[in-house]
């Protein structure tokens, strides 16, 4: 009678181990899993809201391409280049087909041009770059700050792809400078990254969210000023890039 009652117990356990696991394991499996409702997008406390004004079904296919890119790009980001005082895991993303631009992000929303993106669906890393103003939240963006934040975007959107044929980095011009911004300024402090300060991207954008940048930095961080640097990078260019380019 006892060995029966202790196998009667032992079963009970058993089975309600088994359960419990089950129970946990289907929440865990919840959580990876992205979660849609009305156009709504959540993953893990992250949250991914789509507005598509877009009538052209050929929209439907890019939507699920952004969405996956946000929940595998967007928590990096985070981690990496956020203030906590300003981070927000919630973006909403609008697909808009009177905006004539490309993109633009502006108090946690990007907008997307629907005829840019449909006549360049490869475009993707568009939407690491103004996920990367999200994450910035600068208090300031003008002439004296304009290239600082969108280059380092252009670095993140090297950084974490995704990448294509139609979008790398150039050697500079001589009409360029380390001012120009966008690729030409992402370039420049990939060459810095790589030949005098590996942390300058870290740096600048700490200054930037805390509204400490000055020129001097430079100088503070490599001995040379941004235009030293600058000349030195003229002379020679040279990068190591790499490409991670899925095949179409």
């Not at 356990?13 to 419990?20: F, R």
């Not at 991914?48 to 890019?62: F, K, Q, R, T, Y």
């Not at 475009?123 to 690491?128: A, H, M, R």
Request: hydrophobic share 35%; proline share 4%.
């Amino acid at each position: 009678m006892k060995k029966l009652l202790s196998s009667v117990v032992c079963a009970v356990i058993l089975l309600s181990t088994l359960s419990t696991h089950n129970v946990l394991a289907n929440e865990s499996a919840n959580k990876s899993h992205v979660v849609e409702s009305e156009g709504q997008y959540e993953k893990r406390g992250y949250i991914l809201e789509v507005i598509n004004e877009v009538d052209n079904p050929a929209i439907n296919p890019i939507i699920s391409d952004f969405v996956e890119l946000y929940f595998d790009v967007y928590p990096k980001l985070l981690t990496k280049y956020s203030d906590p005082k300003t981070a927000t895991k919630k973006v909403i993303l609008k697909f808009d087909p009177t905006y004539d631009g490309v993109a633009y992000a502006d108090d946690g929303m990007i907008v997307v041009s629907s005829k840019w993106i449909l006549n360049h669906p490869w475009d993707l890393g568009l939407f690491t770059h103004e996920l990367t103003h999200i994450v910035q939240s600068y208090p300031r963006y003008d002439n004296e700050t304009g290239w600082i934040t969108e280059g380092i975007a252009d670095y993140v959107r090297y950084v974490y792809g995704p990448h294509h044929e139609d979008w790398k980095f150039r050697e500079p011009k001589e009409t360029d400078n380390y001012n120009s911004g966008y690729g030409e300024t992402a370039r420049f402090l990939l060459w810095i990254e790589q030949n005098k300060n590996n942390k300058v991207v870290e740096i600048l954008n700490k200054q930037m969210q805390q509204n400490t940048f000055h020129i001097n930095v430079f100088k503070e961080i490599t001995g040379q000023s941004v235009e030293d640097l600058w000349a030195e990078y003229i002379n020679n260019p040279y990068v190591k890039t790499k490409y991670k380019i899925k095949s179409e």
